[in-house]
Every structure is written in structure tokens, then in C-alpha cells.
């Protein structure tokens, strides 16, 4: 399996404009995850999926925020419009097994500059 | 709610020693455990999951180990090397909810 594949890797933007990032899960997890990373305030989650269903989205941080997952096997978080406090390093994840072996897998990450 | 604490924050050794990174946890009643390394401008990398149901896991140099009923789990790491520096991060699920994770521990391996 190719891992989770988040696209693009790196994304330079002008304030204001749409940005959307996208996330192939690992084929059979039944759950993802987004996640925002910066030096401030680490590693947070703005909204996961199970079954393709969005169960919690408190951690999105405004309605400029807002995640699909269309189908098992991709998910896309869109921000509109964006501003520079939105740059950081975005990650997807997604979980799949069972019995207490459900392993978290990382993607690359979307490294974000909104100027 | 659960919180998770790593410390130290930053550690920095010789090569060739043996360390051990610290986690703990305010809620004893977890799911699973899992230990993350992240180097830096890199996404995050599953070293070892440990169930509620297990004490230690061991994968080559790692080990982890679990105490649920003192909310604790440490890494340890045999004969450190320089390609061993990175930030560890631990991350406990409780139930079917998402990790909640530490802030990590910043390791440097001096050669």
C-alpha cells in the first residue's frame, strides 16, 4: 500500500484566495483525521470521519473551514476564504483493523503559506 | 478529559546511551497507546502501539512499555544513534475516539 496520500505537499497562497487539500486514506481504514500542526500550538485535530460520516468537527477553528469525505477513499479540507494566521503544516490520517490494533498512519502533509 | 504529558520537553545524549522518553496520561481507562517519531519537516511515523490489554511492545532498538493503573508509558531506546534524532510523540485513545497527543520530546543524539 502507498500510504496515506495527501496532495499537493506544498501549497503558497495570496490572502483571501480558496484553498483545498486533499487526502487518499489507505485503502480499508474506515476512519480519517485532520490534523494542523505549527511551532505554537503543536499538533491539533480539527475534524475526523468515521465511515465517511463527520463525527466531530469542534476542532475546526472557524466556517472558513470545511471538510467532505464524498467516499472511503478521499477526503478534502477547504478553506475559504484563507489568511496568513492559516499558514501551518496540514496532516491526514486514517485508522483501520480491529481488536485494539487499529494503527494511525500519517500522511506527508501539506505544508501551507497563505501570504 | 484526557490530557497527555511528555517530559522532558528536550533531551540531548552521547552516542551509544541508552534512554528512556516519558509519557503520562490522566485517564487510565485507554483503548490503546501509540508512540509517533517526527522528523523535522516530515509527517509523523508509528513506531509501536501497545494495548490496554499488553505491557510492552518491542520493535528492534524500542521498547515501550505500559502501566495503565499509574497512567504511565516510557520508550526506551538501546544504544542510541544519531539517525535516532527526532521528535517523539506519544498518543492515547480512549475508546473509538481519536489519539489525543503529547507535545512530544525533541531527542538529540550527539555523535
Known amino acids: 500500500d502507498a500510504g496515506v496520500i495527501q496532495s499537493p505537499r506544498h501549497e503558497v497562497t495570496e490572502m483571501g484566495q480558496e484553498v483545498t487539500l486533499r487526502c487518499k486514506p489507505i485503502s480499508g481504514h474506515n476512519s480519517l483525521f485532520w490534523y494542523r500542526q505549527t511551532m505554537m500550538r503543536g499538533l491539533e485535530l480539527l475534524i475526523y470521519?468515521?465511515?465517511?460520516?463527520?463525527?466531530?468537527d469542534s476542532g475546526m477553528p472557524e466556517d472558513r473551514f470545511s471538510a467532505k469525505m464524498p467516499n472511503a477513499s478521499f477526503s478534502t479540507l477547504k478553506i475559504q476564504p484563507s489568511e496568513p494566521r492559516d499558514s501551518a503544516v496540514y496532516f491526514c490520517a486514517s485508522r483501520g483493523g480491529t481488536g485494539g490494533q487499529e494503527t494511525q498512519y500519517f500522511g506527508p502533509g501539506t505544508r501551507l503559506l497563505v501570504l | 478529559k484526557q490530557e497527555v504529558t511528555q517530559i522532558p520537553a528536550a533531551l540531548s545524549v552521547p552516542e551509544g546511551e541508552n534512554l528512556v522518553l516519558n509519557c503520562s496520561f490522566t485517564?487510565?481507562?485507554?483503548?490503546?497507546l501509540q508512540w509517533f517519531r517526527q522528523d523535522p519537516g516530515k509527517g509523523l511515523t508509528s513506531l509501536l502501539l501497545i494495548q490496554s490489554s499488553q505491557r510492552e511492545q518491542t520493535s528492534g532498538r524500542l521498547n515501550a512499555s505500559l502501566d495503565k493503573s499509574s497512567g504511565r508509558s516510557t520508550l526506551y531506546i538501546a544504544a542510541s544513534q544519531p539517525g535516532d534524532s527526532a521528535t517523539y510523540l506519544c498518543?492515547?485513545?480512549?475508546?473509538?475516539?481519536?489519539?489525543?497527543f503529547g507535545k512530544g520530546t525533541r531527542l538529540s543524539v550527539i555523535a
Open positions: 498518543a492515547v485513545r480512549s475508546g473509538n475516539t481519536p489519539l489525543v
Open positions: 485517564d487510565s481507562a485507554i483503548y490503546n
Open positions: 470521519f468515521n465511515n465517511n460520516v463527520p463525527i466531530d
